[in-house]
């Protein structure tokens, strides 16, 4: 096929639910390219999607081009990238040495970067990790694995004429229960069960760890905070190189966040014993949570207040990436070290 005409295959480098990942050679000039082959039509209709609409932003993983290959496989031309944030993460832990300051400052600045591109254009990652953000040979942080995404339809009047005009129609944001529907996806019999069966969003999305409150209480109309809850659970693990609730089922990811922030309640989140599971799922009453100062031992007022502004019951609470981008943390000493100079194994 065509793909086989202009790049070689070098090896596997990684391999995923729905995917395979090669390093492979683009004949026409050498240059090396990571080939993403995706088994799953919904998958790679969202990562194509989402790629497309994010290309202007340093950080978030180049497309260069991509085939389809009968109507259920999709190869994706990726830049490739060496390594990422989670193994800098456990390179750093297995030598003992926490990061140094201005280097986590510059990491955090970056995936602000990159989920600033995602969340002004109201593409909803879903699955923020540290294995989910790459770095380039550079130190070059770059946001991959749209797989899950999400494109949140803002059906308000200045927005009535973007770009994704034609491939989304808007239905009534304010019926509590649906958000968006792709007109794409909605004609096509193979889209999956969370459109067509609810008109709204399945709550099974993330990885465990990094899966926020309202999604293990099952929510459904869920915004860009639960990408803010990941946020604020990576830049903890940046800072403690542990990660902060490594849950064992969702039951214990769940009790593991209330041993620190306290029981979810109205006090906590006006309106959450609304969530379809708050009734089904109860916990005792703690009496003394952890707090997070303790689970950030040694780290700065300002470290914690970051991770506390983000790790929070109340999805309304959660500061935006805008707000964080602007936080004196990244103004103050030590200030966050160039791109160039970020120290990192390859
Ligand atoms: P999945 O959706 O299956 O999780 P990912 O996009 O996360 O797929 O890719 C799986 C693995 O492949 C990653 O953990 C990473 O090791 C590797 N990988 C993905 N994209 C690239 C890339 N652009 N360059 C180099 N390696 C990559």
Excluded at 211 to 239: H, K, M, N, T, V
């Amino acid at each position: 096929s065509e793909i086989i005409a202009k790049y070689q295959i070098m090896e596997r480098v990684g391999s995923g639910a729905y995917a395979d990942v090669y390093r492979a050679r683009r004949l026409s000039d050498g240059l090396t390219v990571a080939l993403k082959e995706i088994h799953d039509y919904q998958s790679a209709f969202r990562e194509i999607d989402a790629l497309q609409i994010l290309q202007a932003s340093p950080n978030v993983v180049v497309l260069h081009e991509y085939f389809w290959r009968d109507d259920e496989d999709a190869v994706l031309v990726l830049e490739f990238l060496p390594t990422d944030l989670a193994t800098v993460i456990s390179h750093a832990a297995k030598s003992d040495q926490p990061l140094p300051v201005p280097d986590i400052k510059r990491w955090i600045l970056q995936i602000l970067s990159a989920v600033d591109s995602c969340h002004r254009l109201n593409v909803l990652h879903r699955d923020l990790k540290p294995s989910n953000l790459l770095i380039s040979e550079n130190g070059t942080l770059k946001l991959a694995d749209f797989g899950q995404t999400r494109i949140l339809i803002d059906d308000s009047p200045e927005n009535a004429c973007d770009n994704h005009e034609e491939h989304y129609e808007n239905t009534d944001l304010h019926d509590g229960n649906a958000i968006c529907t792709t007109s794409d996806i909605d004609n096509d019999p193979l889209r999956d069960e969370e459109d067509k069966e609810l008109g709204c969003f399945t709550s099974c999305v993330g990885t465990r760890w990094f899966r926020a409150p309202e999604l293990l209480y099952g929510s459904r109309d869920y915004g860009l905070e639960i990408d803010l809850w990941s946020l604020g659970c990576i830049f903890a693990e940046l800072l403690t190189l542990r990660p902060l609730f490594p849950g064992t089922s969702d039951i214990d990811q769940l009790s593991r966040i209330i041993s620190v922030l306290g029981n979810l309640d109205e006090d906590a989140w006006p309106g959450c014993s609304k969530l379809p599971d708050y009734g089904i799922i109860s916990f005792s009453k703690v009496e003394n949570p952890v707090s997070l100062e303790v689970c950030l031992p040694n780290r700065s007022p300002d470290e914690v207040s970051l991770v506390k502004r983000l790790v929070c019951y109340d999805p309304a609470k959660r500061a935006s990436v805008m707000e964080l981008l602007t936080d004196k943390y990244f103004s103050e000493e030590p200030l966050p070290v160039p791109v160039s100079e970020l120290r990192f194994p390859l």
